[in-house]
């Protein structure tokens, strides 16, 4: 079973700073067609989770383009490029390699 | 839209069914999820189902004990659970597959409470 570890657990951010988190997998998530099948989503309190980017790096429809996901195989980052008061909640990097999927244990955004 | 009902209290080793009603898109094109999310913790895929419900897919932790199932004629998405334990107690999520390569959930519901409690 692949393994996700997200870092860090939580992340205190300033507003109009930058942010970024690590999501790194026990085994590689690079597909033969040459994409890494690993997503990202913001859950904001009290809300349901949403897609922020599929495949690695795509960024998913509505998405400011201040969020921006890149790595490929086994280590993967989110960043912010300046985070806003809307950007708080929990984080989750995904694999959607095997057929079972399985989530990071997420990354806690706050404001300072 | 996606609207998940169908949670509640239930003692463990019961059952309860959930469902999913779809709208505004074509939901027989669609693979479809359950995910959930335990009291204060992270989210956790449950189960898929394709199109045409010719695949289907369990976690270890429910598989024997869920069955996904889906009514493409009137757009509805189910979770059956039977032998619930108090560890299922979880808001759980019904989550559209996106068209693309269906790997991302492009489309949550807002999610039901199931609580397993004696």
């Known amino acids: 079973d692949i393994v996700l570890t997200q870092s860090p657990l939580s992340l205190p951010v300033t507003p109009g700073e930058p942010a970024s988190i690590s999501c790194r997998s026990s085994?590689?998530?690079?597909?033969?067609?040459?994409?890494?099948?690993l997503d990202w989503y913001l859950q904001r309190p009290g809300q349901s989770p949403q897609l922020l980017i599929y495949l690695g790096s795509k960024r998913a429809s509505g998405v400011p383009d201040r969020f921006t996901g890149s790595g490929s195989g086994t280590d993967f980052t989110l960043k912010i490029s300046r985070v806003e008061a809307e950007d708080v909640g929990n984080y989750y990097c995904?694999?959607?390699?095997?057929?079972?999927?399985?989530f990071g244990g997420g990354t806690k955004v706050e404001i300072k | 839209q996606l609207v998940e009902s169908g949670g509640g209290l239930v003692k463990p080793g019961g059952s309860l069914r959930l469902s999913c009603a779809a709208s505004g898109f074509t939901f027989s094109h669609y693979n479809m999820d359950w995910v959930r999310q335990a009291p204060g913790k992270g989210l956790e895929w449950v189960s898929s189902?394709?199109?045409?419900?010719?695949?289907?897919y369990y976690a270890d932790s429910v598989r024997g004990r869920f069955t996904i199932s889906r009514d493409n004629a009137k757009n509805l998405l189910y979770l059956q659970m039977n032998g619930l334990r108090v560890e299922d107690t979880a808001v759980y999520y019904c989550?559209?597959?996106?068209?693309?390569?269906?790997?991302?959930?492009?489309?949550w519901g807002q999610g039901t409470l199931v609580t397993v409690s004696s």
């Open positions: 189902i394709t199109d045409t419900s010719v695949y289907i």
């Open positions: 085994q590689s998530l690079l597909h033969s067609n040459g994409y890494n099948y």
């Open positions: 989550a559209r597959d996106g068209a693309e390569l269906g790997t991302e959930f492009d489309l």
């Open positions: 995904i694999q959607v390699l095997e057929t079972l999927p399985s």
